[in-house]
């Protein structure tokens, strides 16, 4: 079926007001990532998410940041009170499963510009 | 602590010539290893993986690496650059055991000229 869909593709907010940033995995994919790709500095993990389990929100930077994700498919990160460090690329990516031997499928993600 | 290093930021080479993309890795356990590419305005896509077996990998568009695991390193290799590969790398590292958190280095451009 389709990949990983994104959106907004580009997103330009005030400092100090809240964006959510939603990812559509693929279809049937029970695990979800969530990273940042900053300028020189790589993809930085933020969260996952594994069917029903609890997620691994240990990659979050600050209790801004919080991710949720609905009937295990669609997942919504939300960034409160924005900052100007907080612009970057924000990259989701799904797999079938979690045993570490699958290939993440990454979207196209959404860059995020905080004035 | 998982870590993966990249220490060249741009890699230059010229069209035809055998290009290397440098990897090393800190892991505790055995290490799941992949190299990803980011072309401009795109997603990353994926090019190969190490799970285990043999040490030489191949993957998409005629890159290979190997694993060699005395000097924990997964370096990406193509015998014969094109214009086209020119793009953004990654490489990226998870443990066998634990966390499902891949680390992913902080990439490596590569400028292939022609």
């Known amino acids: 079926g389709a990949g990983v869909s994104q959106s907004p593709s580009n997103k330009v907010t005030e400092k100090g007001k809240d964006v959510e940033l939603r990812c559509d995995p693929i279809s049937g994919h029970t695990a979800l990532y969530w990273y940042r790709q900053s300028l020189g500095q790589g993809l930085e993990f933020l969260i996952y998410?594994?069917?029903?389990?609890?997620?691994?929100k240990s990659g979050l930077p600050s209790d801004r940041f919080s991710a949720e994700r609905t009937g295990g498919s669609v997942s919504t990160l939300t960034i409160q009170r924005t900052q100007q460090e907080d612009s970057a690329v924000y990259l989701c990516a799904s797999t079938q499963k979690t045993s570490g031997t699958d290939t993440q499928y990454f979207g196209p993600g959404t860059r995020l510009t905080v004035l | 602590a998982q870590s993966v290093a990249q220490p060249e930021d741009q890699v230059n080479v010229a069209e035809g010539n055998p290009l290397t993309v440098k990897c090393t890795y800190s892991v505790s356990g055995n290490p799941y290893l992949f190299w990803y590419v980011q072309y401009p305005n795109r997603g990353l896509q994926f090019l190969l993986k190490y799970i285990t077996g043999d040490n030489l990998v191949k993957g998409s568009y005629g890159f290979e690496a190997e694993f060699n695991k005395s000097q924990t390193s997964f370096h990406l290799k193509k015998p014969s650059a094109l214009v086209s590969d020119s793009a953004l790398y990654f490489c990226a590292v998870r443990s066998s055991s634990g966390t499902y958190k891949y680390i992913f280095g902080t990439g490596t451009r590569l400028k292939v000229l022609a």
């Open positions: 998410f594994q069917g029903n389990s609890a997620p691994d």
